[in-house]
């Protein structure tokens, strides 16, 4: 139903720089930034530390399946052997089928079981860290949140935490058993001749600088790469997004040749890239393969020199060639590298980050009084920057009064109301709840302390009795049906297909802004905490359930102490003190006026104008506003 | 090396985009005749349009470098046989290595040729392939392509487009080539032991069906677990939303429910993935590879039998291993090509879209700039109306309000007269003419539309304001923003009218936001001007502003608006009052404020429950 404000108020979901961020890295063969494989592993092997044994159980038994890949290569070249001796028998060759047989099940039971050992164990290991990351943003200051772009910490809780399963399940296994089999397969070699081991290792004498030159070469172009990538991502994205915009502001043409513009670079880019990088890329793929050009010149030379036997050249033929395919496998994964690192780190900056100093003990509270004393607060930006948004707050709020916050947007109501319930700690002075400093005590007792509704009421995929269940996870039915009545929620509740037990969320039903607010108010009622904070808990409410809405906001209010955020001055007109906020050019917040509703207006400062500006809006038909308007402002 | 990625498609692609059938054909847009995607090969041959040659060149070229690839391992069968036979001369040993050394060199050729013109036809064409899709999407109706239910547009035409060209760069060409080896060197073999080759082939043949039985039991599974990591996924980011909640009840992180279980969820059905799935990863590769065995028995067979020279039987034995592991590639790419189709349904998906007709050239001129809803019904879905039997006149040049509950259809009106979406029945008409009739810039010169989520442009403001007349002076776009109540803010910016906005930019507000797209509909001044007014409320000083712009918006135009505030729609000429009872949402009362309030309807009820709310107090 809702469907239709949508289409108006534009819908993409990505924004520019989401795209940018992850759409760049569909890992093509070509190379990345080459951090060195010990930094990376420095980084991404401590996330095995959860199921280890799981993880050296899997590695084990990769190297013993990828052993047993050898073995085929042994039974032809034995098997040859008896063909060229002349001494075999069809009942000896029998054999080494039957030997082969064997290695080339064992083989793929193992890498079956080893693969299925190092999923499970990742599996776990991720379900673990997201846990972990799930408590953890919970105890760090709110600012780590509202400090990133929007959809960034979602985005490292689903995706960067996935392809850490890259290298758990997969590069762990893999670049062990390639490691042991290239080591035992070198040996292998060395010990059967060491000249012709040389000879079929050489390539790597190759391989090796190609491989870094490229990488170099790669590395050199990829931020530029990258660049055009974005840059085309990002114009298509705006495309998408603007294109109701765009068409009705006949714009469509310039705006069409601009992103075809950036299609094209990227295009031309990628084209040019590939031109420049593709010799060493082939180079490479071709010569890691093709020892058989150092082992044939090598081998023939030192048979027919008498200093090789037979068996030994047959041997190298056989098994030497193409052992250094386990190579490849290294060489591909320090391309993934850069990817699975960076995934890493993103991942750790959550996982690592500092919680808000939390002590263990509950404290003894008096009455549930507020105390504001010299507060000040900066917000930290994307950058890094700091910016004061509070300077010299104090106020108190006695048990049981109103005290509303008021003022234009930006001059810190919001920030104030959160950091009554330690969202952030405070920069200067203290907010103390019943008596007692917020960061003496440990988050459980200050949020028993203190219920906030919040202006855009948040509702979680679950049924609407566990949306309001939240509030006390141990209250009954009863006690949330009795919570639903209060908030003027019931009777559309049970006016629902399900009732308590609808579901929410994108598959359930949708609820208007209004209900959506009461069930948050019923939330808040079940906690039945002393101290309620309402920040804006009209604002999205649909007009026609306002008088509900209010009712049950009444009903919350009830008999607490209560600071409540709104813009709409008649409804805070009797509350016990009004703080009004002001930050002129863009300065800190800070309250320029104090006092009862007859008492600002007496005073004719900021609140009697905005007192002013309001009721206008609100009782005076539109077209004779302007002229008593203007003399307003 | 695990053959097969068990856990398939990558993250991004499940959140970005649901599972391929989230992208059924939208309405507005009926598939018309075949669609565009007809299973993953044809379709990229379609896409790669006048740079299939290239294409075929690659391919051609990664067949050829697999028959040189097969030249050394032929000239080491040779060896051994003649080293048997105790022939193998210095002369012959010259042979060996310049023949080796020249496939060596045929290999890079050949392979560079390929990978040139696989990389290069790929990126131009996917790039061609790209703005011919976003030029179909900007024939699209603006409703269908900016529907949630089309699917992403944008994660199409970046991420899938992308996935596209990783799998016709690297994937197709790989695939050809390991499948071309084992085919030349088994048509080589054919010629020495007809019987003998047959065993080097017999795994390959049995290994096949089960191939592409298994991986179609992995495609339907992939599909599920999507399906399912979807839902967990967004539990996630919903948890992530809903932090502040979290906090202030005390349920965060394990201690909430949801997103305990969501996590949990991932795990199991992950999990649950990895069991049914990882041996069956195995079992085909494993067939194959018995083929060595096989064909030892075989050679042991005929060998020591007589029915071929011992010669014939050693060149198998040599050659047996070099067939089979290219194949194992093709299992590694199969995941690739797996994710290749999805992106191309989805591409397919956005393209079946049926465009919205529009005439190039005047056909009709408008009279007036009345606006007329002749009978008009609509839904987004078929069969499920949203709004039905509207019939409604704004005459020029006065104020239409549209009232009423949430899901009641409001903003569908003014998005059937922006032609947004067309209606399924009747006609919506501006001075006369049907909208369809008209161009698009005989629409949008007579229509302005001010959105109630304000989209700016990553741009200056000036930008922002100018968009609908580039060639405004300064003092147009100053006297717009003063008329638009915008000018005061604006100045007060560090760059005034020159401050970016966005990303890196400065932030406004609410309010401040709306001003400006105000600012920028009134220097556009077209004649008829449909307003979604934001329901959220503002600061009263921002509220009183907006009002004031608002006013200034009024002037001598067809306004049509849907109305939240109280004072807009008590000086509305025209009030519609929409209501759905149990269907579509209908007009069921008309008139202006006192005709309403004196009808003692729908409309007086409202009226008089706002005005009780509009007079509510809190106290403790």
């Known amino acids: ?633 | 090396m695990s053959l097969v990625d068990v856990d398939s498609d990558s993250s991004n692609d499940v959140s970005a985009h649901g599972t391929p059938d989230d992208v059924a054909p939208t309405p507005g847009g009926t598939v018309s005749g075949r669609g565009f995607y007809r299973g993953p090969v044809r379709t990229t041959w379609r896409l790669f349009g006048d740079r299939r040659r290239e294409m075929a060149l690659s391919i051609g070229m990664r067949l050829l470098q697999a028959v040189f690839i097969g030249v050394p391992v032929a000239v080491v069968a040779w060896i051994v046989d003649e080293i048997r036979l105790d022939r193998f001369s210095s002369s012959d040993a010259w042979l060996a290595v310049v023949i080796v050394a020249a496939s060596l060199v045929a290999q890079f050729v050949t392979g560079w040729v390929s990978n040139r013109y696989a990389w290069v036809s790929t990126f131009e064409a996917i790039g061609d392939a790209r703005i011919r899709s976003l030029q179909h999407v900007q024939r699209l109706p603006i409703g269908v392509a900016s529907s949630r239910r089309t699917g992403d547009v944008s994660a199409v035409m970046t991420s899938d487009f992308e996935m596209v060209s990783a799998f016709a760069h690297n994937s197709l060409p790989v695939i050809f080539g390991a499948i071309g080896l084992p085919i030349a060197v088994l048509i080589g073999l054919a010629f020495v032991d007809a019987p003998l080759m047959l065993s080097v082939a017999l795994s390959i043949v049995v290994a096949v069906p089960i191939f592409l039985l298994i991986n179609r039991r992995f495609t339907s599974a992939a599909v599920e677990r999507a399906d399912l990591l979807a839902s967990a996924n967004s539990r996630v980011v919903e948890y992530v939303q809903g932090i502040g909640v979290a906090r202030s009840f005390n349920q965060t992180g394990r201690k909430l429910d949801s997103f305990r279980l969501a996590v949990n969820d991932v795990r199991r059905v992950n999990d649950g993935m990895a069991v049914k799935l990882v041996p069956l990863a195995f079992v085909s590769m494993g067939i194959v590879m018995l083929g060595v065995p096989i064909v030892i028995a075989a050679a042991a067979y005929r060998g020591f039998g007589g029915a071929v020279d011992v010669g014939t039987a050693v060149v198998f034995l040599v050659l047996v291993l070099r067939v089979y592991g290219p194949l194992i590639q093709v299992g590694v790419q199969v995941e690739n090509l797996r994710l290749g189709d999805a992106a191309l349904r989805r591409i397919g998906a956005v393209m079946d879209l049926a465009e919205q007709q529009q005439p190039i050239e005047p056909t009709v001129t408008p009279t007036s700039h009345d606006v007329e809803f002749d009978d008009v019904g609509f839904g987004y879905e078929p069969g499920r109306r949203v709004v039905d039997d509207l019939s409604f006149t704004a005459a020029a040049g006065t104020m239409t309000a549209i009232v009423g509950a949430s899901g009641t259809g409001k903003t569908t009106i003014l998005n059937l007269i922006a032609r947004f979406w067309d209606p399924d029945e009747g006609t919506v008409r501006i001075g006369g003419a049907d909208v369809r009739e008209l161009t698009a810039d005989q629409l949008f010169d007579a229509v302005t539309v001010v959105f109630q989520d304000v989209y700016l442009f990553q741009g200056t403001i000036r930008d922002n304001i100018a968009f609908g007349r580039p060639d405004a002076s300064d003092d147009e776009i100053e006297e717009a923003a003063r008329a638009a109540q915008a000018h005061h803010f604006i100045a007060a910016l560090p760059d005034g009218y020159l401050t970016r906005i966005g990303e890196g930019g400065a932030t406004l507000s609410g309010g401040e936001r709306q001003r400006v797209s105000i600012a920028r509909a009134l220097l556009k001044s077209a004649p008829i001007v449909l307003l979604d007014e934001a329901s959220a409320s503002v600061d009263p000083l921002n509220e009183r502003a907006l009002h004031l712009a608002l006013a200034e918006l009024v002037r001598d135009t067809t306004l049509i608006v849907v109305a939240h505030r109280l004072s807009t729609i008590r000086s509305a000429d025209q009030i519609l009052v929409l209501d759905t009872g149990e269907g579509p949402g209908r007009i069921v009362e008309r008139g202006t404020h006192d005709q309403l309030i004196d009808l003692d309807g729908v409309y007086a009820r409202q009226w008089r429950e706002r005005s009780r709310a509009a007079n509510w107090r809190i106290t403790a």
């Open chain 1, 1 to 633: 139903m809702c469907k239709s404000e949508e289409v108006l108020t534009g819908s993409a979901r990505l924004d520019v720089t989401e795209m940018t961020a992850t759409d760049t890295d569909h890992g093509d063969a070509g190379p990345d930034h080459a951090p060195s494989v010990a930094d990376g592993f420095r980084v991404l092997l401590p996330f095995a530390r959860i199921g280890r044994g799981q993880y050296a159980a899997s590695a084990v038994t990769a190297a013993l399946g990828t052993l047993c890949q050898l073995g085929p290569f042994w039974v032809v070249y034995r098997a040859i052997m008896e063909f060229l001796d002349g001494t075999g028998t069809r009942g000896d060759l029998y054999r080494w089928a039957l030997i082969a047989l064997v290695f080339v099940v064992a083989q793929h039971a193992l890498m079956a079981w080893s693969t299925w050992l190092s999923h499970r164990a990742a599996f776990a290991t991720l379900e673990q860290l997201r846990l972990r990351m799930g408590d953890r943003l919970g105890a760090v200051p709110l600012g780590f949140v509202t400090r990133r772009r929007s959809g960034e910490i979602q985005r490292t809780m689903n995706d960067d935490v996935e392809r850490l399963e890259q290298f758990l399940a997969h590069a762990i296994p893999d670049l062990f058993s390639a490691a042991v089999t290239l080591v035992v397969t070198t040996v292998w070699l060395f010990v059967i001749d060491w000249r012709m081991a040389l000879a079929a290792v050489a390539v790597l004498l190759v391989c090796g600088p190609l491989m870094a030159s490229g990488a170099r070469k790669g590395a050199d172009k990829l931020d530029d790469y990258h660049r055009a990538l974005s840059r085309m991502n990002g114009s298509v994205v705006e495309f998408v997004r603007a294109m109701p915009v765009v068409r009705t502001f006949n714009r469509s043409e310039e705006t069409f040749a601009e992103t075809k513009d950036a299609i094209e670079d990227a295009a031309a880019f990628q084209a040019a890239w590939g031109r420049e990088f593709l010799p060493s890329f082939t180079a490479f793929y071709v010569l890691i393969v093709s020892n058989v050009v150092t082992i044939v010149p090598a081998g023939v030379w030192l048979w027919q020199t008498d200093s090789l036997s037979t068996a030994d050249l047959v041997f190298f033929f056989i098994v030497g060639l193409g052992y250094l395919v386990s190579v490849m496998r290294l060489f591909e994964f320090s391309t993934q590298l850069a990817h699975l690192t960076l995934a890493a780190n993103v991942v750790l900056e959550l996982d690592e980050a500092e919680p808000l100093p939390e002590v263990p003990d509950r404290a003894e509270l008096g009455a549930p009084r507020i105390e504001v004393d010299g507060v000040g607060f900066s917000h930290q930006g994307l950058d890094d920057s700091r910016r004061r948004v509070l300077d010299d707050v104090s106020f108190v709020a006695e048990p049981g009064t109103v005290t509303a916050l008021v003022g234009p947007s930006g001059s810190g109501k919001s920030t104030l109301a959160k950091l009554l319930c330690r969202f952030w700690d405070v920069d200067d002075g203290a907010i103390s709840v019943g008596g007692v400093d917020v960061r003496r005590m440990p988050a459980s007792q200050l949020m028993e302390q203190v219920a906030f509704v919040f202006q855009d009421t948040f509702l979680f995929d679950d049924t609407i009795a566990g949306n309001i269940r939240i509030g006390r996870p141990d209250a009954t039915d009863d006690d949330v049906e009795r919570a639903a009545r209060a908030a003027q929620a019931h009777e559309f509740i049970s006016g629902l297909p399900d009732g308590y037990d609808t579901q929410l969320g994108e598959r359930g039903a949708r609820l208007s802004g209004g209900e959506r607010q009461r069930i948050a108010i019923a939330r808040a009622l079940l906690k039945d905490a002393p101290i309620v904070v309402l920040d804006e808990a009209t604002a999205y409410a649909d007009p026609e359930n306002e008088a509900a809405l209010q009712d049950a906001l009444s009903e919350l209010a009830a008999g607490r102490t209560l600071v409540m955020i709104a813009h709409r001055l008649s409804t805070i007109s009797g509350a016990d003190q009004i703080l009004v906020l002001d930050a002129p050019d863009g300065g800190p917040g800070r309250i320029v006026e104090r006092g009862r509703h007859d008492e600002l207006i007496a005073l004719d400062g900021l609140y009697s104008r905005l007192w002013e500006a309001s009721d206008l809006s609100d009782e005076v038909a539109l077209g004779d506003a302007v002229r008593s308007a203007q003399e307003v402002l």
